[in-house]
């Protein structure tokens, strides 16, 4: 079993809409969790970071992190073309330094 | 600030041949990781290290890469011979490690191997 599961999809999503990424992880002591965007040829850019149960907003964007059921997702509200790139979710386990990170999901805004 | 920096951007090569792909992590980062991305195979950790110190370097392929970190600005990353299945993007990450910080990584922009 992977540490950290994402469905690669792609994703499709009117402009204006909600794009919902979702992310699972196996060990669960891990306490840090990652959401990076990734723009085709470009490297992984951080846009949230979440570590307690719940809800964070940043502008658009809200992270969710549920540590029961080992979940955590990312929600873009206004989606917008700008948004179409790929989303890697990444979660720091509790021994070490190094981060796990999923597949990635690809996510298209359409105009 | 300037941010993680990676040298050279692009690379070609021809199989057998040594490459050194090189960075420097952010200022005042403890910890600097070194990634390999494929289609295939996604984001990899190859490598990491936390005050100049390699502490994991079991994602390494084989004993044809290695690693070094003479100090804490800057890092290499060496494969010798290298082979056309280690064409890749390499990225370096570096994170803060202080008890303050959530340790979050921050990427350098990536070198594009091709081995031909």
């Known amino acids: 079993q992977k540490e950290v599961e994402q469905n690669s999809g792609p994703l499709s999503v009117p402009e204006g809409a909600i794009a919902s990424l979702n992310c699972t992880y196996s060990?669960?002591?891990?306490?840090?969790f990652f959401w990076y965007r990734q723009y085709s040829g470009k490297s992984p850019e951080l846009i949230m970071s979440?570590?307690?149960?719940g809800d964070k907003e940043d502008g658009r964007f809200t992270a969710q992190l549920n540590k029961a059921s080992q979940y955590v997702s990312l929600l873009i509200r206004d989606s917008q073309p700008s948004d179409s790139a790929t989303y890697l979710c990444a979660v720091k386990v509790n021994t070490g330094n190094q981060f796990y990170f999923g597949t990635g999901t690809s996510l298209t805004v359409i105009p | 600030d300037a941010g993680v920096i990676q040298s050279p951007r692009h690379e070609v090569t021809e199989m057998g041949q040594e490459v050194t792909l090189r960075c420097k992590p952010i200022?005042?980062?403890?910890?600097l990781f070194w990634y390999r991305q494929t289609m295939m195979r996604g984001l990899e950790l190859l490598i990491y290290?936390?005050?100049?110190?390699?502490?994991?370097d079991s994602g390494m392929p084989e004993d044809r890469f290695s690693a070094k970190m003479p100090n804490a600005s800057f890092s290499t990353l060496k494969i010798q011979p290298s082979e056309p299945r280690d064409s890749a993007v390499y990225f370096c990450?570096?994170?803060?490690?202080?008890?303050?910080?959530?340790?979050?990584?921050?990427f350098g922009p990536g070198t594009r191997l091709t081995v031909l």
């Open positions: 200022s005042g980062h403890n910890s």
């Open positions: 290290f936390n005050n100049n110190v390699p502490i994991d």
């Open positions: 990450a570096s994170s803060p490690t202080t008890a303050l910080s959530y340790n979050e990584q921050f």
């Open positions: 060990d669960r002591g891990s306490q840090s």
């Open positions: 979440i570590y307690s149960n």
